[in-house]
């Protein structure tokens, strides 16, 4: 079946606000990953510690997951200040 093809020319001002949507979105996605990681590790800890769980392991690779993603979560946010701090300097 042959479609109709669609025009390339678009509304810049919803492309920009789609795709803004899209980047905000990205990074909500990202917190709540981060959250979500962290909150697991607390679970695992507590658990090892008050005895309802011996798995060590596990706990260990919780742990260190949730602070890998902290790590990831805090680069990207330097990169986008670094990025908004290079933008403001530059001259119109």
Known sequence: MIRQISPIH???VT????A?????EGFKQMFDQVNQDQ??????VADLATGRSKDVPGT??????AETSMKLLV???????TTYEEMMRMQV
């Open 10 to 12: 678009q509304n810049p």
């Open 15 to 18: 492309t920009k606000t789609s």
């Open 20 to 24: 803004s949507k899209n980047v905000v």
């Open 39 to 44: 909150l697991q590790a607390d679970t695992k």
């Open 60 to 65: 260990m690779i919780a742990l260190e997951k």
């Open 75 to 81: 680069a990207v946010r330097n990169k986008i200040v």
